[in-house]
């Protein structure tokens, strides 16, 4: 990737949450992760609440070796640190979610959980999902979709959301006509199998049904990094980050509070 391809995808990343990088898998690769997640997927039974997200497989990288290797793939490595976010560390596993054939579409929700703590304010990246789809997405199997800026914006949409997942998601109804919302400035991100999409855990994201008859699978990664403005920031750096206590701690919650604003 050339410095200015990058500095333009950290650009977007910044400002909308979200960017895409292109074949980063090889193809042997690929279809490997499409092999062991099929395995693992085949493994388990799938409880009722899953149904939204179709599945919810934590799997950590030392126990399935492929894990491990995704996580260490070095194309993202090298990706991300021709970036500028070389500092982002793996939480050590990824999530197979697979929308089966016919699986209702995912919810509104954003999944940052520190919304306590002052660095939720950070007008730069500190928590992100590293997405691989194993197949093309389209708008008839799923694909992502995301509200772009709403990482660092509040929008009327947040007070009219229920808490994503366990903390709420699982037992909304299919016809909720709020976490179903169809929002004007949603966008649907339908990409190869084989990219990368690098997503804010802070905006409001969504996925499409499957009205395909072939599973839709994606290895999501959750990825953080040291509470503290990044070199390449030369932007303001908000007032309540820099009196941040760095010992203090702070009550995980799902809920926006004073510092999305
Ligand atoms: O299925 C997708 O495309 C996104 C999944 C997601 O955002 C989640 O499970 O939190
Ligand atoms: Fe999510």
Redesign the pocket.
Same mark, same amino acid.
């Given at each position: 990737m050339t410095s200015d391809v990058a500095l333009e995808k950290r650009n977007q990343l910044i400002k909308d949450g979200y960017c895409v990088v292109d074949d980063i898998l090889t193809q042997d690769f690929l279809e490997e992760l499409r092999r062991e997640s099929d395995r693992m997927l085949d493994a388990v039974e799938h409880p009722p609440h899953w149904k939204?997200?179709?599945s &919810?497989i934590h799997v950590r990288g030392i126990d399935e070796s492929v894990i491990d290797r995704l996580i260490h793939w070095q194309p993202t490595r090298d990706t991300l640190e021709e970036m500028g976010l070389g500092d982002f560390k793996s939480s050590g596993g990824f999530?197979i979610?697979s929308?089966p054939p016919g699986g209702p579409p !995912?919810y509104w929700?954003q &999944?940052w959980m520190g919304w306590n703590d002052p660095i939720s304010t950070a007008p730069w990246p500190q928590y992100l999902?590293l997405?691989y789809?194993l197949i093309d997405?389209s708008l008839e199997n799923?694909?992502?979709?995301i509200i772009p800026g709403t990482h660092l914006k509040r929008i009327p949409l947040h007070e009219r959301l229920v808490q =994503?997942?366990a903390q709420g998601g699982y037992y909304v109804e299919e016809d909720d006509p709020d976490m179903f919302y169809d929002h004007p400035d949603a966008i649907d991100l339908p990409v190869k199998a084989g990219s990368l999409v690098i =997503?804010e855990g802070r905006v409001l994201? =969504? =996925?499409r049904g499957n009205q395909s008859d072939q599973r839709?699978t !994606?290895l !999501?990664g959750w990825h953080n990094r040291p509470p503290m403005p990044p070199d390449y920031w030369i932007g303001d750096v908000p007032k309540v980050i820099k009196n941040r206590d760095p010992n203090a701690q702070y009550e995980a919650t799902r809920e926006p509070g004073e510092y999305l604003v």
């Open positions: 939204y997200q179709g &919810d999530i979610l929308k !995912l929700h &999944d999902f997405s789809y997405t799923g694909c992502f979709r =994503a997942h =997503a994201h =969504a =996925a839709r !994606l !999501l």
